[in-house]
């Protein structure tokens, strides 16, 4: 059965600085991979993807991460972060199923605060 | 773009009650999916529906639950007797029908049971 860990439960970083959220998978055939965004209030927006091809993938919002087979990872970068960024974050991992889609398997989520 | 909408947003309900959830994914999508966050928990699968039945469902997707797309543009989760466990933000979401096509959620309805 497929897994996702995000060890950071909550990160703290000023505007304007780098951020990278951490995200390890365990899946045992090639994972589809995602990291969706979810501000208070809202629902989950997804972020960016990753299938197949290019390992680091750009997203929405400035966002990119990069899919590390060897380390099991799909790490979310951004190289500089404005406060609007302030949001809950979460990695999940794909298993495509016929005629059932692609089922969804999601870390825990990371809270990102910005400071000013 | 287009989006998925659910309704309510918020719904308080007594145990033992019956609510239903109501959600419109987008029209041209294939695949429905009902997901659930307890507050402070990860957020957790509970069914896909695809071509009018049932594909996939959790443990958690027990006897107390059930969907139903009853027209060409909604789609439900019922409750039939809520428990106190049953609060939570549920979330619906929809997919098209392309290899891997990710899934758009809703804003979520937060259920909570008094």
């Known amino acids: 059965a497929q897994s996702v860990t995000q060890p950071d439960i909550h990160i703290t970083v000023s505007e304007g600085a780098s951020l990278e959220l951490r995200c390890n998978y365990s899946y045992g055939a090639t994972p589809y991979l995602f990291w969706y965004v979810q501000s208070p209030g809202q629902g989950l927006q997804l972020l960016l993807k990753y299938f197949s091809g290019d390992t680091l993938v750009q997203g929405i919002k400035g966002f990119e991460a990069e899919f590390k087979r060897s380390q099991s990872s799909f790490n979310l970068r951004k190289p500089s972060v404005h406060w609007s960024d302030a949001a809950e974050y979460f990695c999940a991992v794909g298993a495509i199923i016929r005629g059932a889609g692609n089922m969804l398997t999601f870390g825990g989520g990371t809270r990102l605060m910005v400071k000013p | 773009e287009p989006e998925v909408t659910q309704t309510p947003s918020h719904q308080v309900t007594q145990m033992g009650q019956e609510v239903i959830l109501r959600c419109v994914p987008i029209?041209?999508?294939?695949?429905f999916y009902w997901y659930r966050q307890i507050l402070g928990q990860k957020v957790e699968f509970l069914v896909s529906f695809y071509n009018n039945e049932i594909s996939e469902k959790s443990e958690i997707f027990d006897d107390q639950f059930s969907v139903e797309r009853p027209d060409g543009s909604n789609f439900t989760l019922k409750i039939r007797s809520t428990k106190l466990e049953d609060s939570a933000m549920y979330f619906c979401a929809s997919s098209g029908d392309s290899l891997g096509s990710p899934l758009h959620f809703g804003n979520g309805t937060r259920l909570t049971v008094t």
């Open positions: 029209s041209n999508h294939l695949y």
